[in-house]
């Protein structure tokens, strides 16, 4: 198993071989639950599910991307992710996690276009360090005892925040969020479509991995923390006018969204969550693509001069209300499937969330439809190349693909 990871990581050069090879690898790691003594596990479908994703999101990367060393830099990532995924250890969850840094501060620092990117790799940098060093704090105070990468052990409440805020920083939950919609905003289409669809989900699976351990605390906080989070950042996506920092903060609003769905530390919580991970993997994605689409034919990013979609092009316009009408959980998506199940669950522990998640659905409902007006009306022409809405069709295939959720019923 390792001798075909290794010629994987041969192919690093060339971008379709490399996504051939880690498709095949992909598919014998299913088959061999574990190798080179225990060193990585797949334990669980959740991060099975997860690799698939991010296979199809650097498939989605090569086949778009031009710059042969951003693509480079995806692969490293994505081996990264995977990596992160599958291991049996603490220690090595936590180099992974951090190591995910390295790749986006160089896409953002070589390939972002205005001079603000020193400013968000700074946020990044500092974010990163303050919320991961007391995690090493953790690591040592338990005697190293935390071999696998499950916690289930008694933990204070204090400790246990210590040890949640490395993976709150990557959630990215409210309060710790800064960077996320600075680095989109400086960083290139591909490096943004990669920090949505997968450095946010390191940070969720990781947070997965620590809930056993919350079993045992009151968790009522990150409640609180993750209602501030929705309701705040939707409002936040309302009075944006640069459509990416729109996409960014939506991505903050989702992943609050998943944090108060994870809490409920029950069966149906954890598969849900789960779905709004790769509905929010698969829909950011490609919301963020069709915005660089947008903004690499007519270089800007301004919601009000987004009128030109639909005129120019048809099937821009229609893919666009497509994905951003997922974006707001419209069914039969799997973000609607999703939230439908966060929200049964809500309500079976507390009548009262349910006012809290309505003001979030109406707000963050009015964004989306707010994005898809702006880009269907109005008389611009702006030449679109048509030939590239061929690549997000795989993505939109598995955003609606609601069929493979048998392989947890």
């Known amino acids: 198993m390792l001798e075909f990871f290794f010629i994987t990581l041969m192919w690093m050069l060339k971008p379709v071989y490399f996504l051939f090879f880690i498709m095949l690898f992909s598919i014998m790691m299913f088959n061999n639950c574990s190798w080179t003594g225990l060193f990585m596990v797949v334990d669980s479908y959740t991060f099975i599910l997860l690799v698939i994703m991010s296979i199809f999101i650097l498939g989605m990367v090569v086949i778009s991307e031009k710059n042969n060393n951003l693509l480079i830099l ?23 996690f951090e190591l995910s840094m390295f790749p986006i501060l160089v896409m953002i620092l070589g390939y972002g276009s205005q001079i603000e990117k020193i400013n968000s790799s700074y946020y990044l940098m500092f974010y990163a360090a303050f919320c991961s060093f007391p995690f090493l704090f953790v690591y040592f105070k338990s005697d190293f005892n935390l071999v696998f990468a499950y916690f289930n052990f008694f933990i204070s409440w204090e400790m246990f925040f210590i040890l949640s805020l490395s993976f709150m920083m990557k959630f990215p939950i409210y309060f710790l969020h800064l960077w996320l919609p600075k680095a989109h905003v400086e960083a290139p289409t591909t490096a943004s479509m990669l920090l949505a669809g997968l450095l946010l989900k390191l940070g969720t699976a990781g947070f997965l991995r620590i809930l056993s351990s919350m079993n045992f605390i009151h968790n009522n906080v990150w409640i609180i923390i993750s209602f501030l989070g ?12 640069d459509s990416k920092s729109l996409a960014a903060y939506s991505s903050v609003t989702h992943m609050s969204f998943l944090l108060l769905s994870l809490i409920f530390i029950s069966m149906s919580s954890k598969i849900s969550s789960l779905m709004l991970m790769l509905a929010h993997g698969y829909t950011s994605t490609l919301m963020f693509y069709l915005i660089g689409e947008f903004y690499h034919t007519s270089s800007s990013r301004m919601i009000y001069f987004m009128n030109s979609f639909f005129s120019s092009s048809m099937i821009m316009g229609i893919l666009f209300a497509v994905v951003f009408l997922s974006n707001s959980g419209v069914p039969p998506s799997l973000s609607f499937l999703s939230e439908f199940m966060v929200i049964s669950n809500s309500m079976m522990i507390m009548k009262s969330m349910f006012i809290m998640i309505f003001i979030y659905f109406v707000v963050s409902f009015y964004y989306s439809l707010f994005l898809i007006m702006s880009s269907l009306m109005g008389k611009n022409f702006i030449n679109m190349n048509n030939w590239n809405v061929g690549f997000s069709s795989p993505l939109v295939l598995m955003m609606y693909n609601i069929f493979w959720l048998s392989l947890f019923y």
């Open 74 to 96: 995806s692969e490293i990532l994505i081996v990264i992710c995977i990596l992160f995924f599958i291991p049996s250890n603490m220690m090595m969850l936590y180099m992974f």
């Open 230 to 241: 929705m309701i705040l950042g939707s409002f936040c996506c309302v009075f944006q006018s």
